[in-house]
């Protein structure tokens, strides 16, 4: 596999349906393909991370589990797609209280990408996230 930026589009998944310890697995998917992609030398690239882990951790945690993980890149933009097993929308919690654990994710979901929503297919969902390729490439704060 070629280490650059992607020429064209590209698309990696990852199966995770039974597979113990997903979320790390997640992460060590997506820091694999930000290194292939040249993409992992910014700031930008530990967001990524941290928005992979909230993803697949919400998904494991109030959708039945994560069924895949599912990375696309091309020239201008990551479109990372997070599939879970419930069609129920995501639900934002009203804003986190200080010093109590929880209800961030979608927060940070929000907060770390450029754009962001859920689409529903048969008896599952897929909550996705989008990064500009810019701010891979040079770091740059999501446009908020």
């Given at each position: 596999?070629?280490?650059?930026?992607?020429?064209?589009r590209?698309?990696?998944?990852?199966?995770l349906?039974?597979v113990?310890?997903?979320?790390?697995?997640?992460?060590?998917?997506?820091?694999?393909?930000?290194?292939?992609?040249?993409?992992?030398?910014?700031?930008?690239?530990?967001?990524?991370?941290?928005?992979?882990?909230?993803?697949?951790?919400?998904?494991?945690l109030?959708?039945?589990?994560?069924?895949?993980?599912?990375?696309?890149a091309?020239?201008?933009?990551?479109?990372?797609?997070?599939?879970?097993?419930?069609?129920?929308?995501?639900v934002?919690?009203?804003?986190?209280?200080?010093?109590?654990?929880?209800?961030?994710?979608?927060?940070?979901?929000?907060?770390?990408?450029?754009?962001?929503?859920?689409?529903?297919?048969?008896?599952?969902k897929?909550?996705?996230?989008?990064?500009?390729?810019?701010?891979?490439?040079?770091?740059?704060?999501?446009?908020?």
């Amino acid at each position: 596999m070629s280490v650059g930026p992607p020429s064209g589009r590209q698309r990696r998944r990852l199966a995770l349906v039974g597979v113990p310890g997903a979320v790390a697995r997640g992460r060590d998917f997506t820091r694999q393909a930000l290194r292939d992609w040249g993409w992992d030398k910014t700031e930008t690239s530990e967001d990524i991370l941290l928005l992979v882990s909230e993803l697949l951790t919400n998904a494991s945690l109030h959708a039945n589990g994560c069924r895949e993980l599912v990375l696309t890149a091309d020239e201008t933009s990551l479109h990372v797609e997070v599939h879970d097993g419930t069609t129920a929308p995501p639900v934002r919690h009203p804003a986190p209280q200080r010093g109590v654990p929880g209800g961030r994710g979608l927060y940070i979901v929000e907060r770390l990408s450029d754009r962001w929503g859920t689409h529903t297919y048969g008896t599952g969902k897929a909550v996705w996230a989008e990064i500009a390729a810019s701010r891979l490439q040079f770091g740059m704060a999501a446009g908020r």
